[in-house]
């Protein structure tokens, strides 16, 4: 079973619109939580960390429910620029190891 | 820009042939890791040091792969005898250890075996 489980897509949706993405884990003793974004053939860059309680950040938002083991990512307002692959990361319970899903494609259209 | 570089951004070797690469981390970052990217895939976890010890290496990671730290700071990748299948973007990232886990990509290198 991998570790992260994520609905490859892709998503294809109209400026304006609200999307979400979600993504489940495997272990639940994994400690940390993250959503990076990766633009085409480029690296991938830290979105945002996930907490608890869950976070926002402008049009963001995070949420994590560890008692049913997955992560989900709110958009707002979609733009353009928002356009990219978001990849959901896992730590181990050490922090040590990241595994990374395998992606799920955004494509915001005018 | 993330401050972590690496050294060449592609390389075309011929099957057989040992490569080596190059990662420079964000200056301050104790935490060094190796990842291999293929094509519609996340980042695949390779190896991991924390200053300059190799504290885990991924169970899927052939005995052709090794990885090195020196004085803790610059890494370097080398796979021997490559093959085929070791074609690959291939990510270093560093971070800054303690509670912090966020992790800081470089552009990568990517590998074509022909």
Redesign the interface.
Known sequence: RKE?EQD?GPFNVPEGATVAFNCTYSNSAS??F?WYRQDCR?????LM?VYSSGNEDGRFTAQLNRASQYISLLIRDSKLSDSATY?CVV?DST?????????TSLTVIP | D?GVSQDPRHKITKRGQNVTFRCDPISEHNRL?W?RQTL??????LT?FQNEAQ??KSRLLSDRFSAERPKGSFSTLEIQRTEQGDSAMY?CASSPGGHL????????TRLTVT
Not at chain 2, 40 to 45: D, T
Request: no cysteine; glycine share 16%.
């Open positions: 992260v490859p400690q940390s993250f480029k690296e991938p860059k830290l960390s990849l730590t922090g040590n190891q990241f595994y990374f899903g395998t992606g | 993330t890791y990842y519609g895939q996340g980042p695949e976890f991991y504290l885990e990510l886990y966020e992790q800081y990509f470089g552009p990568g």
